[in-house]
């Protein structure tokens, strides 16, 4: 909040989703484990095969989180509402651990 009350351009509080990146030998290996991710929750993971056919896995969460606190460096949101924001922040990160 203090250093809120000294920016002088636009703030943003964001929160980045769990990413996992795992190389996989057989693209076999890559489908289960994209499988057990989505059947985990993990619905934002994928596949990615490489130009030297390497083959990667992402796993990616969807617990992100971007408001926008200030802009022109005008605070745009009460500092109560800020705490609510590192709440749920800090239990997305729980979901992430």
């Known amino acids: ?41 993990f619905r934002n993971s994928g596949i990615t095969v490489g130009k030297g056919g390497k083959i990667t896995v992402a796993v990616r969460s969807t617990h ?12 745009m949101v009460s500092e109560e509402y800020i705490e609510f924001l590192v709440h749920i922040a800090n239990q997305k990160m729980e979901e992430n651990i």
């Open 1 to 41: 909040v203090t250093a809120l009350e000294k920016a002088t351009g636009d703030v943003v509080f964001r929160f980045e989703p769990f990413v996992l990146h795992v190389l996989c030998q057989e693209l076999q290996d890559a489908q289960l484990l994209h499988s057990v991710a989505v059947d985990s929750g």
């Open 64 to 75: 992100c989180l971007e408001v926008p606190l200030s802009h022109k460096g005008r605070l």
